[in-house]
Nanobody, 124 residues
Framework: QVQLVESGGGLVQAGGSLRLSCAASGNFLSINAAYWYRQAPGQEFEHVASIDPDDNTVYADPVKGRFTISRNNAKTVVYLQMNSLKPDDTAVYLC??????????????????RGQGTQVTVST
């Protein structure tokens, strides 16, 4: 079983920065692809950023130029660097990941996991 744990959220003033982390633990080989979503109170889930197996990235229009998704060389942690934060960025941020798990016969098996989320609050 694999767990994803987000961290790095908190309270920050508008214009400030935060770096979120999404760390995988358990019996796995690597994070193959990952997605950050957010959900503001009373709102739908919103895709924020994603990274694919080749490190190609995609960003939602509201965060382009301000947020950067990346991962460590070992592909065990995914980050979301958030700069120039705005009050509209206030939300619970969740990490989804496709994780490669060993299956004992050589071919890794991709499985999807989601973390519990971390609260980001941006004050005026």
């Amino acid at each position: 079983q694999v767990q994803l744990v987000e961290s790095g959220g908190g309270l920050v003033q508008a214009g400030g920065s935060l770096r979120l982390s999404c760390a995988a633990s358990g019996n796995f080989l690597s994070i193959n692809a990952a997605y950050w979503y957010r959900q503001a109170p009373g709102q739908e889930f919103e895709h924020v950023a994603s990274i694919d197996p080749d490190d190609n990235t995609v960003y939602a229009d509201p965060v382009k130029g301000r947020f950067t998704i990346s991962r460590n060389n070992a592909k065990t942690v995914v980050y979301l660097q958030m700069n120039s934060l705005k009050p509209d960025d206030t939300a619970v941020y969740l990490c989804d990941a496709t994780v490669l798990e060993p299956n004992g016969v050589g071919v890794p098996v991709p499985s999807n996991y989601r973390g519990q989320g971390t609260q980001v609050t941006v004050s005026t």
